[in-house]
């Protein structure tokens, strides 16, 4: 059985590691200024962040039409797949999720669609590991059952360099809440299954980056490990370098995608992990 592995951008796998596990990616979408953009080929992630905090209008973000999806699902099983499982940002977080489904409807069994509960490599990780399920000739529910396995296992922390980005979101209730008391702090948040959870807050970079390291040391020995930043690729080479032992296989350093940076802000500094 041929197995097809599907994602949306939102995953911030690399484009060379995407290609050598055969994952097909479908972009998100970025509105800046009215006009809509595909996340990559439309902005580099440098000059989004860097021109992020002098933008008029706040962008905003899209999601793939189901059409889009449709589209590929078609050309991967015309192409002699037999089955495609596609596995997306969270669906609290995200239209994304329910743009895959509309459009699997129309392949019946042949398309199974997964809720990663997860965004950056917290959603890449289970895609990989998908992916190497594949590649190791495993079934479609083993294949689905990886993912699962490196859901339950995985770990998105981040530290923000202010809150005014994910109050504006609009979509955490206690950012909005918030407003002043916190606009100057360090806060630090936790991605679980879709949820935003604050886990506190440090009043200069410097002791957010330690309380960042400790949280990392903190989990042991891991099988994977990326250091996500919103270009602060200084502060996540460190970490990089700091944490190679830790992980089974080598960090990865990525900056992460303008649609999750849109509602985080630049300078942002975290990792993605996946507990041994």
Do not use: C
């Amino acid at each position: 059985m041929r197995i097809a592995v599907v994602t949306d951008s939102t995953s911030d796998i690399p484009a060379e590691l995407a290609a050598s596990n055969n994952i097909f990616v479908i972009p998100a979408i970025l509105v800046v200024n009215g006009q809509s953009i595909q996340d990559g080929p439309g902005i580099s992630r440098e000059a989004f962040y860097e021109q992020l905090p002098t933008m008029k209008s706040p962008p905003t973000t899209g999601s793939p039409s189901a059409g889009a999806y449709m589209q590929l699902y078609e050309h991967l099983l015309k192409s002699g797949y037999d089955q495609v499982v596609s596995i997306h940002v969270s669906g609290i977080l995200s239209g994304v999720l329910n743009s895959a489904k509309i459009a699997a409807q129309n392949f019946k069994s042949r398309v199974q669609i997964v809720d990663s509960g997860q965004a950056s490599l917290g959603l890449g990780f289970q895609v990989l590991a998908a992916a190497e399920a594949v590649t190791q000739g495993l079934g479609l529910n083993a294949v689905i059952e990886a993912a699962n396995q490196t859901r339950v296992r995985v770990r998105i922390v981040a530290l923000l360099d202010t809150l005014d980005y994910v109050r504006r979101s609009g979509r955490v209730s206690w950012a909005r809440a918030s407003l002043g008391k916190f606009l100057q702090i360090k806060p630090l948040i936790e991605l679980r299954e879709g949820v935003v959870i604050r886990l506190g807050e440090e009043r200069t970079r410097k002791k957010g980056m330690e309380r960042l390291a400790g949280l990392l040391t903190s989990l042991g020995d891991l099988e994977r490990l990326a250091i996500l930043h919103t270009n602060a690729l200084a502060d996540a080479n460190q970490f990089a370098d700091r944490f190679t032992s830790q992980s089974q296989r080598s960090p990865l350093v990525v900056n992460v995608t303008s649609i999750i940076g849109t509602h985080v802000g630049p300078n942002g500094l975290g990792f993605a992990a996946v507990v041994r």
